[in-house]
């Protein structure tokens, strides 16, 4: 349950009303996660006005276990999410 947890990390980073879309997001396991108290530090890579790169660490004990990266866009007017048929 490593990847859910990550993605809420991310998620906490951005702002519901700067109407961004989460477009990819990619988990790095590096290792098995112990029963421990785990934290969380997440980090803006890179922020525009149409774009945000953020990436989020899972630590236990001040060493990674697990890493996420997400890229969110804000769409543009002229794109048609309804052309496209929902991926199954």
Request: hydrophobic share 40%; glycine share 2%; net charge neutral.
């Amino acid at each position: 349950t490593v990847p859910p947890l990550l993605a809420r990390a991310l998620e906490r980073e951005v702002e519901p009303e700067a109407g961004l879309i989460p477009a990819r997001t990619t988990f790095e396991l590096h290792s098995p996660v112990p029963l421990k108290p785990l934290t969380f530090a997440t980090r803006t890579l890179r922020a525009g006005r149409r774009l945000r790169l953020i990436e989020a660490d899972l630590l236990i004990d001040d060493s990674v276990y697990a890493r996420a990266r997400s890229l969110w866009l804000r769409p543009t007017e002229d794109t048609a999410h309804h052309d496209n048929p929902p991926w199954q």
